[in-house]
């Protein structure tokens, strides 16, 4: 089992940055893809960027649409995941959520991840 708790969401002004983070808990010592997903109002859970856990050598992946303006990234020791937006754009507003996912997964897809945190709001306003 594992636990985690999105926090740091909030409302920010176009062309801003924004830290979300998601604290993860419980089986920390297995191997995970921990994923950032976001959910506007009306759309479907959208991936947005995943990290490798429990291992060593930390890999990423982001989708295209937050290339370049989000980093992701793990403080093993916190047991923390970051999502670091920058340059937020009206279209980035949604709730924002970590899932946590066994590394034999389509990391892209949402159902294949198997727990999930409760979400944080992300607002960007003109």
């Known amino acids: 089992q594992v636990q985690l708790v999105e926090s740091g969401g909030g409302l920010v002004q176009v062309g801003g940055s924004l830290r979300v983070s998601c604290e993860v808990s419980g089986r920390t010592s297995s191997r995970y893809y921990i994923g950032w997903f976001r959910q506007a109002p009306g759309k479907e859970r959208e991936f947005v960027a995943t990290?490798?856990?429990?291992?060593?050598?930390?890999?990423?992946y982001y989708a295209d649409s937050v290339k370049g303006r989000f980093t992701i990234s793990r403080a093993d020791a916190e047991n923390m995941v970051d999502l670091y937006m920058f340059s937020l754009k009206p279209d980035d507003t949604a709730v924002y959520y970590c899932a946590a996912g066994p590394i034999s997964i389509d990391y892209t897809s949402a159902p294949d991840y198997e727990y999930w945190g409760q979400g944080t709001q992300v607002t960007v306003s003109h």
């Open positions: 990290i490798n856990w429990g291992v060593a050598t930390t890999w990423t």
